[in-house]
């Protein structure tokens, strides 16, 4: 009946992707949960005829991906947030560089959302986000991030917790085809040795003596605009229950999967609730919301101290937005600590829900 | 048998134990023998930094369709307890007459829910026994999964196999004695009235 599956840990599943999706290089340093990640690569990549390295440092994993890149392959590396935080330069280099690669994001939680979204490099560059709910998902994202890369010769990053890495489920993981992709004329893979007319991938775009480049002013017009497009064209976003909801919650990542549950059960009971999930964390997907959130109430649900909440806010008036979330950690620092749970996130909107009524009733 | 488990579908269950008994490998087996026998699972680990002692617990649930399920279960048909510590949570899920299978060599009476339906089975003794006290783990896989006749036995086993690593090869034999052991000491075990 249905094809085989194989049963793979969502840091396996990830790993299988990222390889059928073409990557041929990867570089990252351990730290739990992304070390699942690197494992995986470290014993699949050299079978797959790709390299996987296992760098002294974030810093140095992050070069070689940089240095991969540019050269054309496939190129990915990844840690949590901590390890990212060490990454930033490079990946603001890669941005204004157009050097293409894959960040994987194997977070410890939900906080690492201004750093994926925002960054923490200098000049003006973004970075694709895609925030994946589940396994299954985050699958498709591997290798959606690597056409986005390729697409606009950018970083690209996926976002992961370490629910979505230590969660095994069945699995039939094979190449997905996103269209196709300009050749890559630009990248150092020697062809143009000795002749004279050797390309550059330099973020200042200063070029040669012989062969000016457009420098810095023009240079770093073209990546803003570059962005611009990017934020008008690659928006994603999934809306479940919002045409007779009055109430809109709005959740991404692993969190939108437990307010999913929430909601459809609070349905159920009568409640007249919505979901508004972010897929891409950035571009932010703010003109759907602000049409979906139209006149609503809006929930904002996430495990930290409120950072999709600051994107909400652009799009959704203040004063129609309340933020029911918080910082959750467990003991070890490296899980969701009691929030990531159904009856205590369906718990978080009920109670919002019951003030609005109250209020409601209040004003008649 | 076939027909008891495809109406016990979709079953979702927590195992609880501490660091060092096995709880992952009992459950990965589990997980990874249903899919070899054509169904769909999830699994979820839960443990800390610790290689021995800490709280370590998977929830997996077992369908004949895609599983549509959170990582943290909200309730269950039924539980492992390889150790009353870190088992709060698990007893606090069980639904209403759900299985309570104890690890009965270890676990404090103390903790097993009023109303559940009680399996016990004295794995720590019996893997004592065969001289291989870490295959508790593995006789617990083996006693579940012939009280709900998930998969054939064999099924079970190469599905152990499968995921015993290569520097680890030694101890498939006695890995397997004890699942043996492990799928006879439910014997006489029925799940009639059961939820699931």
């Not at chain 1, 590396?77 to 194997?106: H, K, R």
């Not at chain 2, 016990?8 to 660091?19: C, D, Q, Y």
């Not at chain 2, 709880?23 to 839960?46: E, F, N, P, V, Y």
């Not at chain 2, 520097?167 to 492990?182: D, F, H, L, W």
Request: include cysteine; proline fraction near 5%.
């Amino acid at each position: 009946m249905s094809e085989e599956l194989e049963l793979l840990e969502g840091t396996a599943a990830i790993a299988k992707s990222a390889i059928a999706a073409g990557m041929t290089f990867f570089a990252g340093y351990p730290m739990s949960p992304f070390t699942g990640l690197l494992e995986s690569l470290s014993a699949m990549m050299p079978e797959a005829g790709g390299v996987c390295i296992n760098a002294e440092s974030e810093i140095e994993g992050v070069n070689m991906t940089l240095g991969a890149g540019a050269a054309g392959a496939r190129a990915g590396t990844g840690s949590c947030g901590q390890g990212i935080a060490l990454m930033q330069e490079a990946i603001a280099e890669a941005a204004l560089n157009e050097t293409p690669f894959v960040v994987f994001n194997l977070a410890r939680g939900a906080s690492d959302y201004f750093q994926c979204t925002k960054g923490g490099g200098w000049n003006d560059y973004r970075t694709i986000t895609l925030a994946p709910k589940s396994v299954h998902e985050a699958v498709e994202h591997t290798q959606l991030a690597f056409h986005l890369a390729d697409k606009y010769r950018a970083p690209a990053i996926v976002y992961g917790d370490p629910l979505m890495a230590r969660t095994t489920v069945g699995i039939n993981i094979k190449k997905l085809d996103f269209g196709d992709l300009p050749q890559k004329d630009w990248a150092l893979d020697g062809s143009m040795s000795g002749t004279g007319k050797s390309r550059q991938v330099w973020t200042w775009a200063m070029g040669k003596v012989t062969d000016p480049g457009p420098e810095m002013d023009a240079h770093w017009r073209y990546i803003a605009e570059k962005f611009n497009t990017i934020d008008g064209i690659e928006q994603r976003h999934e809306e479940l229950w919002c045409d007779d909801a009055d109430t809109i919650v709005v959740a991404w990542g692993t969190g939108a999967l437990f307010a999913e549950k929430a909601v459809s059960e609070l349905r159920k009971a009568g409640h007249k609730v919505g979901i508004f999930r972010p897929i891409t964390l950035w571009p932010f997907p703010g003109p759907a919301l602000e049409r979906v959130a139209e006149g609503k109430r809006v929930l904002v649900f996430e495990a930290n101290a409120g950072q999709c909440l600051e994107d909400v806010y652009q799009w959704v008036p203040r004063r129609r937005v309340t933020f029911i979330g918080r910082v959750s950690v467990d003991h070890t620092g490296m899980n969701f600590g009691d929030i990531m749970d159904a009856p205590v996130v369906r718990q978080l909107i009920l109670e919002h829900l019951d003030n609005q009524a109250a209020t409601a009733g209040a004003n008649q | 048998m076939a027909d008891s488990t495809r109406n016990a579908l979709p079953l979702a269950v927590t195992v609880s134990g501490i660091g060092g008994q096995g709880i992952q490998l009992l459950s990965k087996t589990l997980a990874l023998a249903a899919t070899k026998a054509g169904r769909h699972a999830m699994l979820a680990a839960d443990y800390g930094g610790e290689m021995r002692g800490g709280p370590s617990s998977t929830s997996f649930v077992i369908d004949d369709k895609p599983v549509n399920a959170l990582p943290i279960l909200e309730e269950t048909d039924a539980i492992v307890l390889s150790h009353h510590k870190f088992s709060e949570r698990a007893v606090e899920r069980l639904l209403p007459g759900g299985v309570c299978m104890v690890n009965s060599s270890i676990v404090d009476q103390s903790v097993i829910p009023t109303g559940a339906r009680v399996i016990e089975v004295p794995a720590a003794d019996l893997a004592k026994k065969l001289g291989s006290p870490q295959t508790s783990g593995l006789i617990l896989a083996a006693a579940f999964n012939s009280l709900y006749g998930l998969v054939d036995h064999e099924t079970l086993v190469d599905a152990m196999r499968d995921l015993i690593p290569p520097y680890r090869q030694q101890a498939i034999p006695k890995n397997i004695e004890a699942m043996a052991v492990g799928r006879d000491a439910v014997a006489g075990h029925d799940l009639a009235g059961a939820p699931a």
